[in-house]
């Protein structure tokens, strides 16, 4: 996801001092518009490292629950950095990773993004009743620099959302429950030929896009996942444009689960253009769970260290309560 915000140019220096005096966020550089661990093994080893703090750092908080599986995500997470590394939208190694991705999620399948035929979004489903909730992330990364891997931006949403889906599939059936899609976007990222700071919310968002016109009637919610698991000092103020009653539930579901230090009641002073903008644009109630305090973003120092199994597992807890809470009608 490349820094992009939407604020009007006259109000950049107050924001900025808002933002280094508040969260220390960097000023963005343009402002514009296998096989299962055993339960048991994986709880032990997040607990460990929920609970560790390092030189530096503030501990990320371990949940009181076990139902996500932060083990097996955080392997899929270095697998989509190590073995496919640079990947952007349209690349073989991208096209093969959407292989492996969509095995993965329950009900997997592909869906084109009309004028892009080397793009696709890998969705997932778990059936039910009226409208659906979308839980999505993007799993492209930027296609520049070349070398880019995204550990962050881009390996941890995805690696949550499949994980989320598998954990969420074991779910018994529940009458009257809606159905959950599970949405891996393509083509979020700018192409080379894109300008950044002028033409991002045209040429890029692709997949989400394509998507939102193709479902955002038949949805009733859609949470996307974004900079997720940041190993220090992760925190994760509401985009400006969440919907509020939204992340109201969201950080009951993170307090529920013992994690919700990381969701603090603070609105950050912008808003993001991301994969959630199609949604909210055609009234789905939607919210970006990302903090975007996160120094090494959109460049090559983007890599596996900058990221933990123990904030992935923070997210993936919190998320899968506010799956069930909406899916059980709360």
């Known amino acids: 996801m490349s820094s992009r915000l939407s604020i009007t140019a006259p109000a950049l220096v107050a924001v900025a001092l ?20 055993p339960a048991a093994t994986r709880s032990a080893g997040a607990a460990q490292a929920a609970t560790t703090t390092t030189a530096g750092s503030d501990a990320i908080p371990a949940a009181t629950t076990d139902h996500f599986d932060a083990y097996n995500a955080f392997r899929l997470l270095r697998a ?3 073995t496919y590394g640079w990947r952007p939208a349209g690349s073989a190694s991208l096209r093969k990773l959407a292989v492996r991705l969509r095995g993965l999620l329950p009900n997997g399948h592909f869906e084109s993004i009309p004028g892009h035929p080397k793009l696709r979004d890998v969705v997932g489903s778990i059936p ?13 990364v930027e296609s520049h620099p070349p070398g880019f891997v995204g550990a962050n931006d881009g390996a941890a949403g995805t690696a949550a959302v499949v994980w989320l889906a598998r954990a969420l599939a ?31 919310i045209h040429c890029a ?8 016109k193709r479902h955002a009637a038949q ?41 919700g230090s990381i969701f603090p009641n603070l609105d950050a002073p912008f808003s993001i253009i991301d994969d959630h903008t199609f949604f909210t644009r055609r009234g789905v109630p939607s919210i970006d769970v990302i903090d975007f305090d996160y120094p ?11 990221v933990s199994e123990a904030s992935l597992d923070a997210v993936g807890e919190a998320t899968y309560q506010l799956m069930t809470t909406l899916r059980d009608g709360g």
């Open 18 to 37: 808002a933002v280094w005096g508040v969260w220390g966020f960097p000023l963005p550089a343009a402002i514009a518009g296998g096989p299962d661990k």
């Open 80 to 82: 989509e950095v190590l």
């Open 128 to 140: 039910g009743t009226g409208k659906a909730i979308v839980l999505g992330a993007h799993y492209d």
């Open 170 to 200: 074991k779910l018994p059936p529940k009458a009257g429950a809606p159905p959950i899609e599970f949405v891996l976007f393509d083509g979020e990222e700018e192409p080379p030929n894109c300008l950044q700071d002028v033409d991002f």
């Open 205 to 212: 968002l692709r997949g989400s896009k394509a998507y939102a």
């Open 219 to 259: 949805t009733q919610a859609m949470v996307l996942l974004d900079y997720i698991a940041q190993k220090v000092h992760l925190s994760f103020p509401r985009e400006g444009a969440s919907d509020p009653t939204l992340w109201q539930k969201l950080r009951a579901a993170a307090a529920a689960v013992g994690v």
């Open 296 to 306: 090494p973003r959109d460049g090559l120092r983007d890599t596996l260290d900058k």
